[in-house]
C-alpha cells in the first residue's frame, strides 16, 4: 500500500472499529447469577502468570477476488499478578517480543515499524482490575503517554520523509495534533492498549446461556444475535470453561457512509482538498456501507481468558475489508499450578 493511503486508512478503521457495538449483557452488580446465567468474573491469585499471542491478520476482497491477504503482526506478551486484594487486583503487562511481516512493496512503512517496535520493546504497563476483573486503571499511563508522544514523532518523521507530496494535502500539524491529541489522556492511552482491553473487555457482566438477540443500540438497521454456553472438557481446558459468541450487523445508507467518511477527510487533509473530496462523493457516492463485527471469546473458569478474537468486515461498494484481531493463550500458572500449550497454533474464523 502506498504510504500517502495509511494513515486515511487506518483512521476510518478506527472509525468504524466504534461502529455497530459489540456483546451486550447485565452488569454483575446488577443481576444475581443464576443457573440459567454465565458471570464474567475474576478469581485469580497473587503471582497468577499468563502468557499470550496476539495476532492481527488483514483481508481485502474486490468482487469476489482476494487482493491482499496477510499477517500484519503477532506479539507475545505475559501478564503477572503482582497483588490481590478485596477490591481488585493489581497486574503487569510485561511485553516479550513482536514481529511483524515486512510489505516488499513499501519500504516506508516496514522502517517505520522497526523503528517503534525497538522504541516499545521494554515498555510493560501496569494496570488495576476491580474485583470483578474489569478494567479500572493504568498505573504509569502519564509514563506511558510520554512514550507515545516520542513514538507519534518518530513515525511521523518517518512517513513525511519522503517526497510525495504528502504535507500537501495532509498538513503534519494537523495529524499530529489528532494524534497527540488521543492519547494525552489515560482513557486514550488505555485505548491503545488492546490487549488489555480486549482480554478483560467482559468481566463484571452476566450473560444469559443459549441464543438471546439484542436491539438495544440507537440505530434502527443495527442488532446483535449472542450464543452463550460451557464449553466441552478438552486437553488443555478445565471444567466449566465458557464461550460467548457474539455477531452485530449495522448497515448505513449511502449519505451515513458520505457523512462519516467525510468526517475524516475533514479531520486530516487540507481543508481546500477536503471540501473537494467531500462534494465527490455526494455526487459519485450511490451505495452505502455494511458493517459486521464478529466475537468469540473463550473463557477459563476462574476469569481468565482463554481465547479472545473478534473480527470486523466492511463492505464498501464492491470491495469488503477483513480484519481480524485473536489473542489466544500459550502458557498458564496458577498458584504453583503451571501448563504449557505444546502445540501452539493460531487460528482465525
Keep these: 500500500m502506498k504510504s500517502n493511503f495509511v494513515i486515511p486508512l487506518v483512521v476510518f478503521m478506527s472509525v468504524c472499529l466504534g461502529i455497530g457495538g459489540s456483546v451486550a449483557s447485565h452488569g454483575v452488580k446488577d443481576l444475581d447469577v443464576q443457573d440459567s446465567t454465565i458471570a464474567v468474573v475474576a478469581y485469580f491469585w497473587k503471582g497468577d502468570t499468563m502468557k499470550y499471542v496476539l495476532t492481527q491478520t488483514a483481508l481485502t476482497v474486490d468482487d469476489g477476488d482476494t487482493l491482499v491477504s496477510d499477517t500484519t503482526f503477532s506479539e507475545e506478551f505475559m501478564i503477572v499478578v503482582l497483588d490481590s486484594t478485596a477490591k481488585g487486583y493489581k497486574m503487569e503487562l510485561i511485553p516479550l517480543s513482536f514481529e511483524y511481516k515486512e510489505d516488499p512493496t513499501d519500504d516506508v512503512a516496514n522502517g517505520m515499524m522497526a523503528t517503534l517496535q525497538d522504541y516499545f520493546k521494554d515498555l510493560k504497563a501496569v494496570f488495576t482490575i476491580d474485583e470483578y476483573g474489569a478494567l479500572k486503571s493504568l498505573d504509569n499511563w502519564k509514563e506511558v503517554r510520554d512514550r507515545m508522544k516520542g513514538g507519534i514523532k518518530i513515525m511521523l518523521d518517518s512517513l513525511y520523509s519522503t517526497p510525495d507530496g504528502l504535507e500537501k494535502f495532509m498538513p503534519r500539524s494537523q495529524l499530529e495534533g489528532l494524534l497527540t491529541l488521543m492519547y494525552s489522556t489515560e482513557a486514550g492511552v488505555l485505548k491503545g492498549y488492546d490487549e488489555l482491553t480486549t482480554l478483560f473487555l467482559l468481566h463484571g457482566n452476566v450473560f444469559d446461556i443459549g441464543r438471546t438477540t439484542v436491539d438495544d443500540t440507537d440505530k434502527d438497521s443495527s442488532f446483535t444475535t449472542l450464543y452463550v454456553g460451557y464449553e466441552p472438557l478438552d486437553e488443555y481446558g478445565t471444567e466449566l470453561d465458557y464461550n460467548i459468541f457474539g455477531t452485530t450487523v449495522t448497515k448505513y445508507t449511502a449519505d451515513e457512509t458520505s457523512d462519516m467518511l467525510g468526517g475524516v477527510f475533514n479531520i486530516l487533509l ?57 489473542i489466544d493463550w500459550k502458557y498458564r500458572s496458577w498458584r504453583q499450578y503451571a501448563v504449557k500449550r505444546d502445540e501452539y497454533q493460531t487460528t482465525s474464523f
Design 270 to 326: 487540507d481543508d481546500t482538498i477536503a471540501n473537494g473530496v467531500n462534494r465527490a462523493l455526494k455526487d459519485s457516492l450511490d451505495f452505502g456501507m455494511t458493517v459486521t463485527q464478529v466475537e468469540d471469546y473463550h473463557l477459563f473458569f476462574n476469569g481468565w481468558p482463554k481465547l479472545m478474537r473478534a473480527q470486523k468486515i466492511v463492505k464498501f461498494g464492491s470491495r469488503t475489508k477483513i480484519t481480524t484481531d485473536e
